[in-house]
């Protein structure tokens, strides 16, 4: 596997690095580097995403992570032609690891998509908190002409986010849908121009960088939590969530308030250690 870090400054990528990572202040970029593929993953590639992703959740100076493609595709999913010889089980094992490490990622994870996301691709970036796509992207559930069945969570994110029914169409027909359809289908948190994808990405990516990141990610969970809790549970979790929030960013927000300027937010514990 290859993973090769980059500064905001750095030259130009080596070819042989399948992931790459950017980092620009606060905001890291993970760029799935396999172009001449379209973007497609080798099992090596999925192991250096998670190893990525790994990486970045520890580092404190990493508030959001961008994830895209190199070149003038997302990703589309899994390179058959690159099988590594082990039974499919193991595989399958290692590239659902990949998965939660994505579902579970502690930070806002913004998908930047153009082109192609197909297949595992497109339940990759399903899987991001947010999946900000160009007009000229497309997006299919194409295992069923590969003779495979729905894989990369597909068949426990489609459901909850376009119902039954027309999650049984996206997989069972393996269409390919533009942008336009994805949005209306609720697939995408924002559609753009493709000159104005980076600019929207970096613009969102700012805003959460600066946001109390703690409390935006405890959301995110809670929601996702929602979908299958009860209402008891979910106040449950709810009033856990705060407790941790009054003892982390809320304190700030509320001097901000009070001296009537912007909150400056670290997501640091602000319970005093004892001495």
Known sequence: MSIESL????GPASAESDVLVGRDGAVATITLNRP??????????????????AELALDDATRVV???????????GADLDKRAPMHPLTRMRQINATALA????PKPLIAKV???????GWNLALLCDLIIASRDAQFSQIFAKRGLSVDFGGSWLLPRIVGLHR????????????AEQADALGLVSELVEPEELDGMVARFAAGLAASPTVAVMQSARLIE???TSSLRDALANEARSQAVNFATDAPA????????RPPAFSGEWQVPQPS
């Open 102 to 105: 994505v579902a579970e990622f």
């Open 66 to 76: 961008v994830l895209t493609g190199a070149g003038s595709d997302f990703c589309t």
């Open 253 to 260: 927000a509320l001097r901000a308030f009070v001296e009537k």
């Open 114 to 120: 153009r082109g192609y996301a197909v297949g595992a």
């Open 225 to 227: 939590d929602g979908t």
């Open 36 to 53: 001449t593929r379209r973007n497609a993953m080798t099992l090596d590639s999925w192991i250096a995403l998670r190893e990525a992703l």
């Open 7 to 10: 500064s905001s400054t750095a």
């Open 167 to 178: 999650a049984k169409r996206l997989v069972m027909l393996a269409e390919m849908i533009d």
